[in-house]
């Protein structure tokens, strides 16, 4: 009987990692786990403070990451937020690309349970006044 490979490429393919992206138009999580603020479809400046609010049931701490689309991570906000029941943070967002498909996620640190924010844009930063 000959080999064809076709089981060793589908095995080298089920060990690969699959990359989550944010949904468009929906807040999602795994249920223990929720991201209720910012808002889906809203806008948000760099530079300027975005009030990020959650569900967390998991009793772990949490990490909180800027994502973009298929990008994924963009950077890491906030690290070790609160275990509790509910949370919230202002964070400030960095200067990035412009444009929609930004979103947030916070993470359990001691894994498994992750959650998304709805999508959201980011605005160019406000230039001071002289």
Known sequence: MR?????SLSLSLAAL?????APSGTAAGDGALTV???ATG????????VFVTWRNTTGQELDMWLVHGGDGRVIRLAA????AAEGESATVLPTVVNGDG?????????GGARAYSG????????R???
């Open 3 to 7: 080999r064809t490979g076709f089981l």
């Open 42 to 49: 809203s806008v948000h400046r760099a530079g300027a403070s």
């Open 80 to 83: 070790k937020l609160s275990g």
């Open 128 to 130: 001071a006044a002289r």
């Open 17 to 21: 990692p699959v990359l989550v992206v």
């Open 102 to 110: 930004y979103a947030i996620e916070l993470a359990a640190r001691a």
């Open 36 to 38: 209720t603020a910012p």
């Open 119 to 126: 999508s959201f844009a980011v605005a160019p930063q406000l």
